[in-house]
């Protein structure tokens, strides 16, 4: 296959429970002219034989077994074997529904640089608001600039879109972010977008439920990836045609945005992190002042009487080692 209409990209990493079903969603609706890559990033799984079983059942499955080097090498992998007009970025926990391809590739044929649609998660959480029709800028968008720049995911998310293989043309994945990579990515991709479609029909199922999935991983640097993705952030702002007053502002929501879900994971989820890591994290979550009033207007919004009294007063007054402690309490009574 030397000039395939659709390259789709799909880092494999001990994902046997899952691929056979993400590979068939896509198959079972792509194109002749496909050219799907499996990149198997050392999957210590039944994924390698399964990979390979899914090539010789289809011509269109392209299988790369390399030494697990992490999801941002597995896709820059996956980039350079990519001989597609488009490109996607799939994970193989996630699925497509049914009509994605019917539906974006006319459009893309008409000049579009990337097509952006609708995801929802499979634990039921509501899916964001899309307007519909061609956009030429991110601030053209109906309703409030900072909903799809900070609230929601549109922007941010890998998995929502379909690129024109130009767009990305020596673009690639930065393997030393643990998270946010994909963000980065994007935001320098939507960089070089002249003319984006945005579909509000729900075409990607995205698989939350999964232990190792982000949204339910234990993990103290959200802060970190923050600060790491500050910059291009703030560029793509002001690239887009906010003034530095707007960008900041929209920034400080976004820091606000993080240090909640950082505040939030810590408190809500058990696992093993260490009571300096959860320190750390929990006074730079804490530190500036407009990011402790978001995370005590989220306690207020989130605890009942006598639990919200003591984790107000902790996060006023910055009583972190003290939160760290009602953790490790929480996780040990939990285990039980």
Known sequence: MNSPLLSVIIPVYNAADRLSACVDSILSQAPADTQLILVDDGSTDESFDICNRLAKEDPRVKVIHQTNTGASAARNRGLREARGRYIQFVDADDELAPGLYERALPILEEGGDVFVFNAANQSGRASDLLPEGWFDRPMDLPGRPDYYLVDSGVFAALYNKIYRSQVLEGLAFDPKLPINEDLLFSLQALRRCRRAYFEPEIFYLYNDLQEGSLSRRLRTDLLDAEEATRADFTDFLIHFGLSESEAHALLRQRQAQVAVSQCALILGRTGKVSLGAMHRAFAKALGPCHQREAVANWVRDTYTRLPRAVLLTCV?????????????????????
């Open 316 to 336: 006023q007054l910055r009583f972190t080692w003290l939160l760290c402690l009602l953790c490790k309490l929480k996780n040990r009574l939990r285990s039980r």
